[in-house]
T-cell receptor, first 113, second 119 residues
């Protein structure tokens, strides 16, 4: 039973346009959400996070939106750059859950020059 | 520089052999984790440890073993019982302790990974 779902395995966008990466979750106990970026043969690096008490968090070109009623979050990258091409993982955790993160399968983003 | 190191980066093993993957962190984090990543899959949790001398099974612990004798180190042994060991293995750490609020405590920092190939 996959609790964090990234249903689109890949996304291709033009440089300068917006990239929107989606993530859905099923566990209503999740209250903290993170996005990680991963290049091939490297470990993931933390990108941005959001607590369930917020519905938006912005950091430079990256914005994460959370819709708790729909159990949906999205990562917006604007403007997209070729260096953003990577796999993006959505992850979620619940307070008191031993700090475990549950990851989605990832979305491969390709930004075309 | 603070961080997490994993060694070796590439590892080859003959079928039937045990092999140990190293993970060291100097971030003074209490919690450490092992994941494996397969093509088209997310990160799946193998084992995790909240404090020294304590660890718990994750979602796919069969065929693996760990130890946590020191705060800085969390080695993973892939045993011959693991039926499909070829994968990319990632170690991570976080400040977090069980029961504390989310947020910063839940952010995990990852090492560069070890690619294990069974011949």
């Amino acid at each position: 039973d996959q609790q964090v779902k990234q249903n689109s395995p890949s996304l291709s966008v033009q440089e300068g346009r917006i990239s929107i990466l989606n993530c859905d979750y099923t566990n209503s106990m999740f209250d903290y959400f993170l996005w990680y970026k991963k290049y091939p043969a490297e470990g993931p690096t933390f990108l941005i996070s959001i607590s369930s008490i917020k519905d938006k968090n912005e950091d430079g070109r990256f914005t994460v939106f959370l819709n708790k009623s729909a159990k949906h979050l999205s990562l917006h990258i604007v403007p997209s750059q070729p260096g953003d091409s990577a796999v993006y993982f959505c992850a979620a955790s619940a307070t008191g859950a031993n700090s475990k993160l549950t990851f989605g399968k990832g979305i491969t983003l390709s930004v075309r020059p | 520089d603070g961080g997490i190191t994993q060694s070796p980066k590439y590892l080859f093993r003959k079928e039937g052999q045990n092999v140990t993957l190293s993970c060291e962190q100097n971030l003074n984090h209490d919690a450490m984790y092992w994941y494996r990543q397969d093509p088209g899959q997310g990160l799946r949790l193998i084992y995790y440890s909240q404090i020294v001398n304590d660890f718990q099974k994750g979602d796919i612990a069969e065929g693996y073993s760990v130890s946590r004798e020191k705060k800085e180190s969390f080695p993973l042994t892939v045993t011959s019982a693991q039926k499909n060991p070829t994968a990319f293995y990632l170690c991570a750490s976080s400040i977090g302790l069980a029961g504390l609020a989310g947020g910063l405590w839940n952010e995990q920092f990852f090492g560069p990974g070890t690619r294990l190939t069974v011949l």
